[in-house]
């Protein structure tokens, strides 16, 4: 019990951190060297021993849609052995929106041995579906209204 409050309260307060480190920067660009260093620190907690660092790692690395976390992304949703960190996984691989970071997901929820895993991979895929169909309709059903009225 102490040790999974621990853990959670280390993962509060490093996603408060980051918050706080992000907030008001919209000048960290995709290929800014102070991104590519906030993602390889991030890269290198995903593969700490700190379950906490690990998920909040992965969580992280998903709203910065990094491609270069794919891969260790899907090694961690394949074979983590806590469901909870394959479940941190497939939502920043969906986070991330790659064709192959969706395609994992999509396979997460067929083949993941965990069924509470390939519940929650199938509920991420059907809403980046979803997501995704809306963004390209968007403009569809705008254009329809203006001629309709």
Do not use: H, W
């Amino acid at each position: 019990m102490k040790k999974q409050l621990l853990t959670i309260l280390t993962l509060l307060m490093f996603v408060t951190i980051s918050t706080v480190n992000f907030a008001g920067e919209d000048d960290i660009k995709k290929g800014s060297s102070k991104y590519q260093q906030i993602e390889s620190n991030l890269l290198v907690g995903l593969e700490s021993s700190n379950f906490g660092l690990r998920t909040s790692s992965a969580y992280m690395l998903g709203e910065m849609k990094s491609d270069k976390a794919v891969n260790p992304l899907t090694k961690m949703l394949r074979g983590e052995s806590d469901e909870r960190a394959r479940i941190a996984a497939a939502l920043a691989l969906i986070k991330i929106g790659t064709d192959r970071s969706v395609y994992m997901v999509q396979m997460g929820a067929k083949f993941n041995e965990s069924q509470r895993v390939r519940y929650l991979c199938e509920k991420f895929y059907y809403a980046y579906l979803l997501n995704n169909y809306n963004k390209q309709n968007v403009d569809k059903q705008i254009i329809y209204a203006e001629l309709v009225d």
